[in-house]
């Protein structure tokens, strides 16, 4: 290339490489959605074939809490690691934590 380009002709060329860059892009991308369409027809390909089974959406079950703190807030399921505030109470005094029924974890606050 030429080093004594003005700033305006390399942009010039910039943009005429840009949109030569598009144009093979756009053909190659063509030539590949060709290529898959065929193979998927050749070969009898379903969309879970290629994708797999979509999950099923849905709600999940909200998380039960059973023992709750009110005053600083901390909540525990019963399943798990105790949080530090209840690891050290003993089972009675667990129980004046115990909420029974056991309550969603989004009800809570």
Known sequence: ????????EIQEQIAKLQAQ??????????????????KISEYGLTQSDIFGNAKKSGTKKPKMIRYYDRQHGIS?????RKPPEFENLS???LEQFRLDPPVAADLLD
Do not use: P, Y
């Open 91 to 93: 089972q009675e005094e």
């Open 21 to 38: 860059q598009q144009k093979i892009l756009s053909e190659r991308k063509s030539e590949i959605l060709a290529e898959i369409k065929s």
């Open 1 to 8: 290339m030429n080093e004594h380009l003005s700033l305006k």
């Open 76 to 80: 525990w399921a019963g399943r798990g």
